[in-house]
């Protein structure tokens, strides 16, 4: 063996070396964190509050599971029924009578559906004399409609969040808000966390070279400098133009250079994929490499599942804020579903026991 070649096998060593460190950092704390998963300052900290309670609506069924799995608690015991003139009818299975009760359901399809079960789930738990009711949405529908960008249009991301703050909720949990500004909607108080350290972790142990993250619009420029600044990478900017109320964007044009390159695109959910279709169309044209795609939420609507496996993806990184049917991963095998029930757990905990939450991420 030469010295380059000594030197080549060196650096392949160094390589392998850090992954494998950064693969056991990550094991070692809360998944979407930088806090060890367990440590004897939450373990001894008391509560004011009753026990934890914890629900998972229809929305949000498997999840719900997952996050009782990491609190260590039984999922709560209630029916929901449906009459033949679709009013849904909760009753509770067990007393939350002075508890801290979690209800955990996502606004996916059916999305007015889970919506009512949720008001109505809080308004039952308000009924029996709950000690606080904290409402866990990973998924926030209505989050687009934030403002009025038309004349005689309606705010109903506003309009939602009244609907919950008015049906008894004390707080709110959620994930990966559409616009920031929807925080300010509520005058309850909340965590709005983000599954960007959750899939940013994830992908630093693929190790991939010459790699730039690209932001799927302007909108998501900011998080896009997030995500190229924890890989160490630069950062392109796709500028599109949405057309009329259908979802259908056009890609315009580039900000930064991907030729050679492998490509990472983000964004917060795919909802009918036609971005995406656009946005890796003109990655391609610029000459990129491998293309990947990270996103929070998979709404997948309508043919969207089809039109990413007709991409050719290198991997699809996304997470289990809403549920993604078995027959959805089937069309999609290069997809990752990352979950955030550690992340949501680890939250609960310390809202409960009235502990910083942003000392999770180092704030």
């Known amino acids: 063996m030469n010295d380059a070649e000594k030197a080549a096998a060196s650096a392949a060593q160094g390589v392998k070396m850090e992954a494998q460190k950064l693969e056991t950092m990550l094991q070692e704390r809360i998944p979407g964190t ?13 509560s004011p509050l009753g026990r934890i309670m914890l629900f998972a ?34 009753q509770l299975k067990e007393s939350v009578r002075g508890q801290d009760v979690y209800v955990v359901q996502s606004f996916g399809p059916p999305v007015h559906e889970n919506i009512f079960e949720l008001l109505i789930m809080i308004d039952t738990l308000k009924r029996d004399s709950a000690g606080r009711i904290n409402v866990v949405v990973p998924y926030f529908t209505y989050a687009r409609s934030d403002k009025k960008d038309q004349p005689r249009v309606g705010i109903a991301a506003r309009l939602l969040a009244n609907m919950i703050e008015v049906a008894g ?9 559409h616009a920031g500004q929807i925080q300010g909607f509520f005058n309850i108080p909340g965590d709005a966390l983000k599954a960007f350290h ?22 998501f ?31 315009l044009s580039l900000i930064g250079e991907v030729k050679g390159k492998n490509v990472l695109l983000v964004d917060d959910e795919v909802l009918t994929g036609g971005s995406v279709v656009n946005a890796v169309s003109l990655m391609r044209d610029e000459g ?3 293309v990947y795609l990270a996103f929070t939420h998979g709404v997948l609507a309508g043919n969207a599942v089809q039109r990413l496996a007709d991409l050719r993806l290198k991997e699809i990184i996304t997470t289990n804020t809403l549920p993604i049917p078995e027959e959805k991963r089937t069309v999609l095998p290069n997809m ?28």
């Open 221 to 251: 420029a900011k998080k896009g400098r997030d995500w190229a600044e924890k890989l160490g990478t630069q950062l392109g900017i796709i500028e599109k133009r949405r057309t009329g109320n259908d979802s259908t964007s056009e890609a």
């Open 57 to 90: 609506g229809s929305g949000s069924a498997e999840l719900g599971t997952e996050i009782a799995a990491e609190l260590d608690v039984p999922l709560g015991r209630y029916t929901r029924t449906s009459f033949p003139n679709e009013n849904i009818f909760i």
């Open 198 to 219: 959750l899939m940013s972790d994830y992908m630093r142990t693929k190790n991939i070279p010459d790699l730039v993250v690209v932001a799927t619009d302007l909108g």
């Open 288 to 290: 990129a490499e491998d």
């Open 34 to 46: 930088t806090y060890p998963r367990k440590t004897e300052e939450i373990e001894q900290a008391g």
């Open 169 to 177: 909720a004390d707080r709110y949990i959620t994930i990966d808000l």
């Open 336 to 363: 990752t579903v990352l979950s955030v029930a550690p992340l949501l757990g680890a939250v609960i905990k310390r809202a409960h026991k009235g502990m910083s939450v942003g000392e999770l991420f180092n704030e």
